[in-house]
């Protein structure tokens, strides 16, 4: 059992330089996220997509940008990182659409580190 | 606005005791309300969700969680905790209007269960 993979699991990075975080689901759900996690923040969501060519911005959006060419896959980019977007990112998606009542699946995360 | 707080960073409990998880929600209409469970260096774990009906909410692992509508709390409990019940807790509301798993995350709390 699969359900969502994320790619890399850890990651040290340079300010300025771009980075790419990967997800792909097998779940064939319509819906997926990108939150990120910080101490004392829970998680707040960055970018959503609620089905395949559509995306949009959450809560905390400006620094990162997503793309949602097909269902399973959506990366999050960084186009210049920030030591403030240190941080752990969680990919998760949902069903989508009626039979969605909110309930999550998360992948295990990708730890960056901007220096 | 809508916000979810949990207003302890940490909860300890001595095994086979019962645990109190406190969660309280400000939202506009019918809240649909979630607890997730993190364990060390993983992802986010679903464990129960309130949409409607009952206000005693039986989820995984034998917690179970009520819903207050007068308080807008929804408190998560186990009515005897195990040491490996020990984790990161976090309420969430479901942003409306949303057809979608667009959540809002309280900050929180660490449960310590200890033998």
């Known amino acids: 059992i699969a359900g969502i993979t994320q790619a890399p699991t850890s990651q040290i990075l340079a300010a300025g330089r771009r980075m790419t975080l990967r997800c792909t689901q097998d779940m064939r759900h319509n819906a997926m996220y990108w939150y990120r996690q910080d101490l004392g923040l829970g998680l707040r969501l960055i970018h959503y997509?609620?089905?395949?060519?559509?995306?949009g911005k959450g809560e905390v959006p400006d620094g990162y940008s997503v793309s949602r060419a097909n269902t399973d896959d959506f990366p999050l980019t960084l186009a210049s990182a920030v030591p403030s977007q240190t941080s752990v990112y969680f990919c998760a998606s949902s069903p989508g659409g009626g039979r969605d009542t909110g309930e999550l699946f998360f992948g295990e995360g990708s730890r960056l580190t901007v220096l | 606005a809508q916000s979810v707080a949990q207003p302890e960073d940490q909860v300890n409990v001595a095994e086979g005791n019962p645990l109190t998880v406190k969660c309280t929600y400000s939202v506009s209409g019918n809240p649909y309300l979630f607890w997730y469970v993190q364990y060390p260096n993983r992802g986010l774990q679903f464990l129960l969700k309130?949409?409607?009906?009952?206000?005693l909410v039986k989820g995984s692992y034998g917690f179970e969680a009520e819903f207050n509508k007068s308080q807008t709390s929804f408190h998560l409990k186990k009515p005897s905790a195990l040491v490996s019940d020990s984790a990161l807790y976090f309420c969430a509301v479901r942003v409306v209007p949303s057809n979608t798993g667009k959540l809002i995350f309280g900050q929180g709390t660490t449960l310590q269960v200890k033998p």
């Open positions: 309130y949409i409607t009906g009952d206000n």
């Open positions: 997509s609620n089905t395949a060519g559509t995306t």
